[in-house]
């Protein structure tokens, strides 16, 4: 499970989450405050490759949204 929490005071929309640089998932809309949970199975590629915690474990993730004011909201973690 991949939990993000957008602890800001603004609305984020077009959160898009981006697991091993290849995987990606994410939400419309993260309210200021909100959590999203994301099950990594609920990830995968352009060509539908899904994630698996089986076989793969996170090393990277990337975070990108927009807030409330048009301001990109852009997080890493990971190598």
């Known amino acids: 499970m991949l939990v993000l929490e ?15 640089d290849h995987f990606s998932g994410g939400a419309q809309s993260l309210p200021a405050g909100g959590r999203l949970n994301a099950p990594l199975r609920d990830f995968q590629t352009g ?5 698996d915690r089986g076989r793969m474990s996170v090393f990277k993730v990337d975070v990108t949204a927009t807030d409330s004011e048009g301001t990109p909201v852009k997080l890493h973690w990971g190598k």
């Open 6 to 20: 957008n602890q800001s005071r603004r609305d984020w929309r077009n959160v898009v989450i981006t697991v091993n």
């Open 47 to 51: 060509f539908g490759q899904k994630y």
